[in-house]
């Protein structure tokens, strides 16, 4: 199949599955038609009103001559030449979609001094970037400053690292995310830490939860340890100990200790009812 350029609506709005254009607007389908149709109608009209022909010919010829040269050369030629016009609205809005702010994850380690979160907010801003959030956890080095980001459609990520790099911080990652980024993690604790209240063997896919991590099952852990921040064990006395992995994204120290904490809690809720009275 003949690859089409990438600037024209066809490549723009073509389904990547099935290769079909969207139906464009009726009323400039019906004028893109009426366009050509007409100077197609009105020659064979000239031309069989020419012709001594009986009534009824003249109309049969009419009517066949103009629907064929309708289906086989003005509908397609008015796809095709006006193909831009029938789809502006579905090409605006398109871009439209690709021009609007997306929501990003970034981490960087920043020194611990004064006025660098300055110089690294002064690199972002140069993107047009809005810092919508920002929590600090303290680590060997100086303090992982973690943001969510509004960001124009047109910055990617490898803007957002030279902007991060360029702001002073050093091992920057950046991840698309959603609007759940914006509930902040105390709020995620204490509502998975409700529902551990309520069944402490949901620890395990509570915690999963917390971190966006996928839990590692027992038989495997012995062999998936990193050492690069992405794994994470949490010891259970009642369950034996839990590991997660989480690749690409190192877990920070104070996601480290929600989860113990929230181990703690089930496991103190598990006590009491292997405890209380029957």
């Known amino acids: 199949m003949k690859r089409l350029p990438h600037n024209t609506p066809a490549a723009e709005l073509r389904c990547e599955v099935c290769g079909q254009m969207p139906e464009p607007p009726k009323g400039r389908l019906t004028l893109a038609n009426v366009a050509a149709m007409l100077p197609i109608e009105l020659l064979v009209h000239a031309l069989v009103l020419e012709v001594h022909l009986p009534y009824v010919a003249k109309v049969l010829v009419l009517t066949f001559t103009a629907t064929v040269l309708v289906i086989w050369v003005a509908e397609?030629?008015?796809?095709?030449?006006?193909?831009?016009?029938l789809h502006a609205p579905a090409l605006r809005h398109r871009r439209q979609l690709a021009a609007a702010p997306s929501l990003w994850r970034a981490r960087t380690v920043l020194r611990d001094q004064p006025g660098s979160l300055q110089r690294i907010t002064r690199a972002l801003a140069r993107l047009d970037t809005n810092i919508?959030?920002?929590h600090v956890h303290p680590v060997p080095g100086g303090v992982l400053d973690e943001f969510v980001l509004s960001v124009p459609g047109d910055v990617g990520e490898s803007e957002l690292l030279a902007a991060l790099h360029d702001g002073g911080g050093t091992g920057a990652h950046?991840?698309?995310?959603?609007?759940?980024?914006m509930a902040d993690g105390q709020t995620g604790a204490l509502t998975l830490a409700a529902r551990i209240a309520a069944a402490p063997d949901e620890l395990p896919l509570a915690v999963a939860e917390l971190l966006h991590a996928r839990i590692i099952p027992p038989s495997d852990a012995g062999t998936s340890a990193a050492d690069d921040g992405t794994y994470l064990k949490i010891p259970t006395a009642w369950q034996g100990p839990?590991?997660?992995?989480?690749?690409?994204?190192?877990?920070t120290p104070a996601e480290s200790a929600r989860a113990h904490r929230l181990a703690e809690l089930a496991e103190i809720l598990s006590h009491r009812r292997e405890d209380s009275p029957a």
Do not use: M, V
């Open 76 to 85: 397609p030629s008015a796809a095709r030449i006006l193909l831009r016009w």
């Open 132 to 134: 919508l959030s920002i």
């Open 174 to 181: 950046a991840w698309p995310t959603t609007a759940l980024a």
């Open 242 to 251: 839990i590991a997660f992995s989480r690749p690409g994204e190192p877990f």
